[in-house]
T-cell receptor
Framework: EAGVAQSPRYKIIEKRQSVAFWCNPISGHATLYWYQQILGQGPKLLIQFQNNGVVDDSQLPKDRFSAERLKGVDSTLKIQPAKLEDSAVYLC????????????????FGPGTRLTVT | QQPVQSPQAVILREGEDAVINCSSS?????VHWYRQKHGEAPVFLMI?????EQKGHDKISASFNEKKQQSSLYLTASQLSYSGTYFC???????????FGQGTELSVKP
């Protein structure tokens, strides 16, 4: 089974420029997540999609960040304009519902995109 | 509310045991454990659901005390490959968003 794919792996931009990241989840996974991981910290959820609908975007800085998941498969995350504090690794993860003794949502992460804003 | 992990860092010799704790101030439905090696993506270890169950595979196991809103990850007879940063992620309801702790850095030395 192919894992979560992300591109690019690395990106360096100047502040006020724009950047876009792409994610292709594991086939069949209805739920897709974008996380921001600042060096030395745990991942922080930016946005969660269920198919192509937004479930939670409460921590997405909507004045500069946007995300879409057209057709309920792959997704793009955009930052425009970028700030220095946006330097981080952007992780995409996906999950499917596992029903049984309690419903669980194991998340599988992609390799991430390391963004450096100068 | 971000869960609190302890200790922040631990250094072990191969074969030694370690316990990593994760505490939340809110009622929990599930606790997820992940390991992240430097420069790599977090890798899923296990999930514990409301009900106080204990799970494990190989020499890594975990418990979840729903009443205390705590989970502990147990690593026994540690191997060099166990080195990395361990994160717990907590969710307050079924399908709820995960909030990750700040991580515990584990180093296993030969």
């Amino acid at each position: 089974e192919a894992g979560v794919a992300q591109s690019p792996r690395y990106k360096i931009i100047e502040k006020r420029q724009s950047v876009a990241f792409w994610c292709n989840p594991i086939s069949g996974h209805a739920t897709l997540y974008w996380y921001q991981q600042i060096l030395g910290q745990g991942p922080k959820l930016l946005i969660q999609f269920q198919n192509n609908g937004v479930v939670d975007d409460s921590q997405l800085p909507k004045d500069r960040f946007s995300a879409e998941r057209l057709k309920g498969v792959d997704s793009t995350l955009k930052i425009q304009p970028a700030k220095l504090e946006d330097s981080a690794v952007y992780l995409c993860a996906s999950s499917s519902i596992k029903k049984g003794q309690g419903t669980s949502y194991e998340q599988y992460f992609g390799p991430g995109t390391r963004l450096t804003v100068t | 509310q971000q869960p609190v992990q302890s200790p922040q860092a631990v250094i072990l010799r191969e074969g030694e045991d370690a316990v990593i704790n994760c505490s939340s101030s809110k009622a929990l439905y599930s606790v997820h454990w992940y390991r992240q090696k430097h420069g790599e993506a977090p890798v899923f270890l296990m999930i514990l659901l409301k009900g106080g169950e204990q799970k494990g595979h190989d020499k890594i196991s975990a418990s979840f005390n729903e009443k205390k809103q705590q989970s502990s990850l147990y690593l026994t007879a540690s191997q060099l490959s166990y080195s990395g940063t361990y994160f717990c992620g907590t969710a307050g309801n079924q399908g709820g968003k995960l909030i990750f702790g700040q991580g515990t850095e584990l180093s296993v030395k030969p």
